[in-house]
């Protein structure tokens, strides 16, 4: 078969977009809550005040909305793109960012960043790979989202299996089935152990839906009798998935996902390589001299749910979360302006203080 239409490609994306949003909150485009150092955390994929994504979301949508809501929006907006900590407990804009949510205005906007931020990145190791099927490319989507667009969990599958990183499935002796499988695996393992050091067992089901997946043959991503996959034993309709086409922004790939690929021959584990691969660390390594800041020996306590990251930075990789009282061993510390601290620690690295929240200071370091 040639390649999928525009439209297909578009359902694909779709579908992909609503299993990820389940497992971001599932609370859809209105979801809106200030608990943690994000300030603000908006919208499906929880778009935050203090990384400036939720400012690119607001500034899409008042680009082309003309409602209500949005004229009264506008008087926000230079707040919002400043990172105004203040609007934390604003229920006026709360009020406001919900009701837009029911706009297609405000879907389309909030698609359109992710597009650009995550799905197209994604889309970039399908293309590079040959990664042709509907599961394929949701579940590298998927990891784009939680774990940022530069993880390495393919890359490591792939030599794990014995081929060059990004490099073309049948050309490398692989073939899909093989390599969504291992990645599979390779990021079950990651999540797993990262549940068991941090206490936080809900994040083997994300890991678990996949590897189900994949066992069921659900290439296609077309669902049970009903068109339906299950996140958290709620049913999210694949086969013909709600939300606002964006078939401009949904690049097809290069061969048709319709036909699923070929059974999988036995593959020897581990097979013959120059050297061995490790697959990817539980917890960063140790901090080399390139790294920012100042060594450090110290313990940081967290007074709220903070999210950690692979750089000292509010766009960096994201790794996971922390969670309120937890108690984290600090090797260094990197203040790069007098109202911002960063720590690095056994999961990573973790913010005490940020620009977007003056004045707050996120846990205890002694």
């Known amino acids: 078969m040639g390649n999928p239409t525009a439209a297909e490609q578009d359902r694909i994306r779709r579908a992909a977009f609503n299993i990820t949003a389940a497992f971001e909150g599932g609370k859809g485009y209105a979801n809106y809550q200030t608990y943690d150092a994000g300030v603000i955390s908006y919208g499906r994929f929880q778009f935050t005040l203090a990384a400036g994504s939720m400012g690119r979301v607001v500034d899409n949508y008042l680009a082309s909305a003309t409602s209500d809501v949005a004229n ?90 014995g081929a060059s990183p990004r490099s073309h499935l049948g050309e490398n002796g692989l073939n899909e089935q093989q390599l969504i499988t291992k990645t599979a695996e390779v990021r079950r393992d990651f999540l797993y152990d990262f549940a068991a050091r941090e206490n936080l067992p809900g994040v083997k089901k ?104 692979a750089t000292p930075d509010v766009n960096g990789e994201l790794l996971g979360r922390v969670m309120t009282g937890k108690a984290l061993t600090v090797t260094r510390q990197h203040i790069p302006s007098a109202n911002e601290e960063w720590l690095l620690t056994e999961v990573g690295w973790v913010a005490r203080r940020l620009l977007a929240n003056p004045g707050e200071v996120f846990g205890d370091l002694k």
């Open 72 to 161: 009264q929006l506008r008087a926000y907006q230079a707040r919002i793109q400043a990172r105004d900590a203040t609007l934390r407990n604003d229920e006026t804009l709360k009020g406001l960012m919900v009701a837009a949510a029911n706009e297609d205005a405000m879907k389309v906007a909030q698609d359109s960043v992710v597009i650009t931020s995550y799905w197209a990145p994604s889309q970039d190791s399908v293309t590079a790979r040959g990664i042709v099927t509907p599961l394929g490319q949701a579940m590298l989507f998927d990891m784009a989202i939680q774990h940022g667009p530069a993880h390495k969990y393919t890359q490591t599958a792939e030599q794990m299996l």
């Open 206 to 309: 994300r890991a678990d839906f996949w590897i189900d997946l994949i066992g069921a043959n659900y290439w296609q991503l077309q669902g049970d009798a009903n068109g339906n996959v299950l996140v958290y034993s709620v049913p999210v309709q694949v086969k013909n998935p709600p939300g606002p086409a964006l078939v401009s922004g949904s690049a097809p790939v290069s061969a048709s996902p319709q036909t699923p690929p070929p059974p999988a021959p036995p593959v020897a584990t581990p097979q013959p390589q120059p050297a061995p691969v490790a697959p990817p660390p539980v917890s960063p390594p140790p901090a080399a001299s390139s790294d920012p800041g100042q060594p450090l020996n110290g313990i940081y306590t967290t007074n709220r749910v903070l999210t950690v990251r």
